[in-house]
């Protein structure tokens, strides 16, 4: 009986973490950022154990698109947050990413809930770039990827700023 109960804990905890979030962002229940920076990359690393995504210099183009969802005042621990980051090779114009050129880029997904540290990696999709401005992007994204030991699928479609 002893044993039964952290496995009941530990059960409720993942559930906890799949969320029934659409595919698609709804940023009007929520609130949406997107903004990008040039020169930059992406870096995988790990401190005590946890690990991390950092965006250090580089020469390339990084997209970060944040989604927090409203919280119910009623419902204990349901706050969630997701953070998307794309790190494509820098460009002046247009571009698309489908199919298996997506494994190949570095876009991580980084959830923020009451669940375990996690980070998602898009295996498959499709990413496409117009350049609206100097200052301007609109993206069209669709992000298969695993999370919590589920296939997970993330729409997103939106202008991103710079912030250089």
């Known amino acids: 009986m002893k044993k039964i109960i952290p496995l009941i804990m530990v059960t409720a905890l993942l559930a906890s973490c799949e969320a029934d979030l659409p ?3 709804d940023c009007a229940s929520g609130n949406c950022d997107f903004v990008f920076e040039v020169e930059k990359r992406l870096f ?5 154990g946890d690990e991390f995504i950092e965006i250090r210099e ?3 183009m990084v997209f970060y698109a944040s989604f927090v969802e409203e919280d119910d005042p009623f419902i204990a621990d349901d706050e969630y947050s997701e953070r998307i980051l794309i790190q494509v090779p820098a460009t002046d114009t247009d571009f698309l990413y489908e199919g298996d050129a997506i ?3 570095n876009i991580y997904v980084l959830p923020s809930c009451f669940c375990p540290p996690e980070i998602g990696e898009a295996w ?3 990413i ?3 350049k609206l401005a100097d200052n301007t992007w ?3 994204i669709e992000l298969d990827y695993d999370l919590f030991e589920a296939p997970m699928k993330r729409i997103i479609e939106g202008e991103f700023k710079g912030v250089n």
């Open 23 to 25: 595919a698609q962002l």
């Open 44 to 48: 995988r690393t790990q401190s005590r």
């Open 58 to 60: 580089g020469n390339d």
């Open 103 to 105: 494994a190949d880029l």
């Open 124 to 126: 498959g999709g499709k």
């Open 128 to 130: 496409a770039g117009t």
């Open 138 to 140: 609109k993206l069209e």
